[in-house]
């Protein structure tokens, strides 16, 4: 069983950053690929950016240029860079580590709140 746990949600203003961390136990990080989600209330979980193991990724639009994700193999980490944050991603955010088709595992989710 991989245990996820996400960290480094909070509150900020308007136009600020954060940086989320996802960790991933066991020995097959590298070949993972990471998914983060988020999930606003009252709204359906979508999809925000996606790292392969080949370092290939993906990104939801509304987040394109602004949020960069990236992975550490050797600290068993992927990171969600957002900046230049919005009140619309106020949200539940969700990492995911994924391998092949059948096996997800699911973190608890941190809180990211921007305010106006």
């Known amino acids: 069983q991989v245990q996820v746990a996400e960290s480094g949600g909070g509150l900020v203003q308007t136009g600020g950053s954060l940086r989320l961390s996802c960790v991933a136990s066991g020995s097959l990080f590298s070949a993972y690929a990471i998914d983060w989600y988020r999930q606003a209330p009252g709204k359906q979980r979508e999809l925000v950016a996606s790292?392969?193991?080949?370092?290939?990724?993906n990104y939801l639009d509304s987040v394109r240029g602004r949020f960069t994700i990236s992975r550490d193999n050797a600290k068993n980490t992927a990171y969600l860079q957002m900046n230049s944050l919005k009140p619309e991603d106020t949200a539940i955010y969700f990492c995911?580590?994924?391998?092949?088709?059948?096996?997800?595992?699911w973190g608890m989710g941190t809180q990211v709140t921007v305010s106006t």
């Open positions: 790292i392969r193991g080949s370092d290939t990724t």
């Open positions: 995911s580590a994924r391998s092949g088709l059948h096996n997800t595992w």
